[in-house]
Structure formats: structure tokens, C-alpha cells
């Protein structure tokens, strides 16, 4: 499976919104990791993940969300993920990464 990104930046918040669809592995987490640089080179803001349509994200995916986050974390920025599917939310509370990122829904 492949994985689609949709993004748009939303100014009454001031945070970049992303859509994620698919699945994050060892074969499509090159694409996000360049996504989210070009994303955070033009606005260092919050990112709020929609990962209602995230099938799966393995380790390499999680540790890209991960390096992102070190560098939001420099100017005070957060990443919240929402809408995430039992799964996927099942592996951020093993890793304990429930706890660094902010988990709506």
C-alpha cells in the first residue's frame, strides 16, 4: 500500500493540518520525512496529524514523527495526532509515545 499526503496550513490556528492515508514503513517514510521538512522549513507551527485513514505506521515512521517533534520542540511547537485507529494507538501507548505527543480522540 502506498501512502497519500494532504496538507494545508490553517492561519485561525496557526498550525499546519496533514492528512495521512495509507501506510508509513520502511518504503514510504523517506517521502514523509521530505514532506515534513519542506513543511516545517516554510512555518515552524504545529502540526495536527488526521490519521483517521493511517492504516499502519511501523518504527522508521514513528521515529521520523520523533525527529520532527526534537525540532518543533526548538520554537515551543507540538505535534497532535487525532483520530487515530485502535492499532495505531495501541503502538503509541506500548512505545510510550502517547505521552510525548498530544493524542486527541
Known amino acids: 500500500m502506498s501512502l497519500q499526503i494532504k496538507k ?3 492561519n485561525e490556528d496557526n498550525q499546519w493540518l496533514v492528512g495521512l492515508e495509507g501506510e508509513v514503513d520502511i518504503y514510504t517514510a523517506g517521502e514523509l520525512k521530505e514532506f515534513f521538512m ?15 485513514k493511517l492504516e ?9 514523527l520523533i525527529g520532527v517533534l ?11 495526532i487525532a483520530n487515530i485507529k485502535p492499532n495505531v494507538k495501541k503502538l503509541l501507548n ?3 509515545l502517547d505521552k510525548i505527543f498530544i493524542i486527541e480522540g
Do not use: C, M, V, W
Open 94 to 96: 506500548i512505545t510510550g
Open 8 to 10: 494545508d496550513f490553517n
Open 70 to 80: 526534537k525540532r518543533l520542540k526548538k520554537e515551543d511547537k507540538n505535534i497532535i
Open 38 to 52: 519542506k513543511i516545517i522549513e516554510e512555518k515552524k507551527e504545529n502540526i495536527k496529524i488526521d490519521a483517521e
Open 56 to 64: 499502519y505506521i511501523d518504527s522508521t515512521g514513528l521515529g521520523i
